[in-house]
């Protein structure tokens, strides 16, 4: 049987390209998420694009390129694009930070494939759209948090070689060069038609003979297969607006024209739930805070998921604190269940500040009744770089870490991070930095994609504060990780091994910042280069984390937890069905 060619490709870059090449200290960017700084994970909305279309005979296959590239020194990129046969390309510019990488990617598919045209989406592309479709390599732009239907469309009439006038979202350009901005009204309030499983994805595996390219991080062979932890997605947009955001209520409003957020149904995500349970025994985290539309919601999703006993473990978020019933209410629906909350400081001025308006009391209250229902794991975010904070408030709330961790053991799990590399664009603050004491340091796409190949973090970082400049930000996040890691030691959290361990890569990381501070105070741009070069192999010592290790993030599971035959039975039902 011959392998089809596939209608789109979607491609997803690393943040640099080629990251191989360059010497970079990404620093803790990337500490609070399983991917390396490479965000070698794709958007999650990959999922529902792929469905989406192949259910409309528009066959999509993904080739995550960012994966290749971390698995393999000798993977050749620009070699794998070259030899791709398809009507389109698209390039998620999603999270800021691909700016450098999902350009680069597209001049490579432009170098091969001249009369392909390449479609960037997602938020970044949506936000910088004015400046992006500027440039040669962009042909279609489509702007919002929702691209499935309006894809669908474009590529249609890209099949049939006919105008996209009338496609709501596109910024594109014509045969002769000019900009059309289409009116932007498609913004679903209504999300149930959306899938949320994997099983589209495996199918678009099985039909382009690729299982490689379609992980969605590094290791498919290995830890994916261990470790699948799968997103279960509740909603489009969000109810908050805490000012750092760039998903936040005001923020989407602003670019992407959401007014308010749109909730997948209760029942649908207790039945997306369930489904996953049937391919995976590893953790499932459900995202968004279930209590964002109401208790009733939130209710109503326990109760569907009451119906069927499973034991992966579940992942709530809090995005403020929740009446103890609910805890109560939890326990009674699942067997395995984790929270995970933000209070981002211990200093209530600094939290109110920042948007969130609720005290350390109620924060100490939900951890017990959590604990005391049987939550398995309750984790707490911290960050740097907020109005309000300095150095010496950061330590106090390491201080705060540490209290809470003696008071409640080792159920509970603290992390700090700056927020990095960049303030979200469009998010509140980014928009009215004065306001809430930010300077914002690069505007255009154009800064950004220089920024992110700085020789260090701290020279990518897009802000300071009027507290903080970047070099406190950037000491400041590592005395706070060797503090943290100290007390997680001596209140037993983590073994003697991996303490050292996160010390040693936190002393090198501080080392290596200020050998790159003296090289690049150098006047030579070829002698720059070439002691940094001398640096690389040490800075790849640290790229998949610093100041804490990717595993003490990981929720509790058991080994071998992809089904991957009944997965695979899933997509081969699937394949018959509708190829
Ligand atoms: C869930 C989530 C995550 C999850 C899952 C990520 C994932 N694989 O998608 C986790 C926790 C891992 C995560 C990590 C990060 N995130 Co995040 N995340 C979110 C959150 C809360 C919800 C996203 C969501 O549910 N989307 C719904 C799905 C269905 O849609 P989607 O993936 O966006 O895709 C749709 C469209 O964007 C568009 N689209 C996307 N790509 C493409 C490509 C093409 C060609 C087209 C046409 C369309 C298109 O179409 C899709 C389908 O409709 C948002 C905030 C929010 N309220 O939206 C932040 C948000 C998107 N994340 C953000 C950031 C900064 C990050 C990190 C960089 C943070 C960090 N420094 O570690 C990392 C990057 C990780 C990586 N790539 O490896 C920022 C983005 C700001 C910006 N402009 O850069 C946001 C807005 C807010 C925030 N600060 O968290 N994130």
Known sequence: MSIANPHLVLLHAPTVYDFRKHPIMYGPIADGVPSTPLFEMYPVGFFSIVEHLERNGIGVRIVNLAVRMLSSDSFDAEKMIRRLKTKAFGIDLHWLPHAQGSFEVATICKRYHPDVPVIFGGFSATYFYEELIHYPEVDFILRGDSAEVPLLRLMKAIIQHQQPHNIPNLVWKDSGGEVHINPFTHVPTEVNEFLNNFVYVFKSALKYRDVRSLSPWKGWSSQWLDYPITPVIT????????????????ALANYC?????AFRSPELIAEDIVKITK??????????????PGEEYAYAVLEGLKKTAFKNHLVFELF??????YFEFVAESVDNFNFEISPDSHDERIRAAEGKRYKNSEIEKNIRWALDSGCNRFDAFFMIGLPFQTPESVMETVDWCGYLMAKFGTRFVPFILAYSPFLDPGCIAYENPEKFGYKILFKTLAEYREAMLSPSWKYALNYETEWMTRDEIVDCTYQAGLKLNRLKAEYGLIDYDSFKATEERIKLAIELTSA?????????ASVQHERLMQLKPELDTILNSVINEKVQMEWPAAKRNLRIFCLLKAAIVEYFKRS
């Open 279 to 292: 391919y995976t025994k590893a953790p499932i985290f459900v995202i968004g805070d279930l209590l964002q």
């Open 516 to 524: 790159i501070d003296k090289i690049k105070a150098l006047n030579d």
């Open 257 to 261: 024209n959401r007014k308010k957020p």
């Open 320 to 325: 403020k604190p929740a009446p103890e019933d």
């Open 235 to 250: 909603c489009r947009g969000c109810i908050h607006n805490c000012i750092f955001c760039g998903g936040s209520r005001n």
